[in-house]
């Protein structure tokens, strides 16, 4: 186990620009998970990390020393990428010893490592089959013991549930938070999905564009996003946008007319520039209450989502944008009918122009909104 500082970690190629001025302090066992869309630089800064690409500029720091210029072995780091890559021609023993056989560990060591780790991740059983024997989750269990097997300081893996189907990926997805459990090793996580950002990590960090947008724990992101971005990015379905205008209203915060809605007062300061400026009022779908309307009134359902549990509702706004809110299962509400929204104000967040969210109207606003559960 081991502790990770990364300070104003660059990376360009050429003269593209990947990653910029990313800092971020990782403690002994925590498990992070880096997440963001395609091309939003997670996976460069994993191999930075990793040692598999160079820094351009910055330092990073693996218990408090500077390994720039450290080979991945001698970073202490284990592995696990996106393809299992696994040697078809080796049993599953032979797999996860190959790493230690390589580092020409004596064979006690061998034996002893690899049944260990194979009893950890439950491969014990199968440590003579060869990969094409295996189901797709069994081959990621040994791609990530071949990892372990090294015992590594830290623990990193590369959107290693991509290649699987649903129900195999939320089968692995516990098994690896099992081990994490079990294990107490630091652990850094690339994905894409935000759906296995917030049921594995600790700590997320949203990354857009090379830059870090927010850090947190998966609450933090989903209850008081930064910016639009974060709150657009966590949760699903994501958060319903609407442009409103709005204007001060004393210690009470701001008032708002929201198209469709109708005026409210939300506990949000607006900045001094801010003021009968445009602003984006964001609001989630569990957040938002429908009710039957009375003739053209409110918003037109075109589609009801029916999922078990709950249900969805599609509704059409004025310029053709859709907005999304949950409704009971079944639903007492039907295609082409209409119904009127609202919410609590506690539970809206608004953003100005630049995309930042505002802040509460003061600290016992922003108490009342930390304790909602």
Known sequence: ???????????????????????????DGEFVVFVGPSGCGKSTLLRLIAGLES???????????????????????GMVFQSYALYPHMSVYDNI??????????KQTVDERVRRTAKILQLDGLLDRLPKALSGGQRQRVAIGRAMAREPKILLFDEPLSNLDAALRVQTRNEIAHLHERLGSTMIYVTHDQVEAMTLADRIVVLNDGYVEQTGSPREL?????????????GSPKMNFLDVDARAEGDAGCRIQVPGIGERVLPRRLAGDSDDAPLTLGVRPEHLTPTTAAGEAGFRIVNVEYL????????????SDTLVCRSEAPSPFARGERVTLDFAPQRAHLFDHDGRALPPADVEQMSTQATIS
């Open 97 to 106: 010893a190959f790493g230690l056989k390589l580092a020409k560990s004596e």
């Open 222 to 234: 989903y209850e008081q996003p930064a910016s639009r971005f974060v709150a657009g990015f966590i």
């Open 55 to 77: 820094i351009t500029h910055g330092d990073l720091m693996i218990d408090g020393q500077r390994v720039n210029d450290l080979t991945p072995p001698e970073r202490g780091i």
């Open 308 to 319: 078990g549990s709950e249900a969805y509702l599609y509704l059409e706004t004025s310029n």
């Open 1 to 27: 186990m081991a502790s990770l500082t990364l300070e104003k970690i660059n990376k360009r190629f050429g003269a593209t620009r990947v990653i910029e001025e990313v800092s971020l302090d990782i403690k």
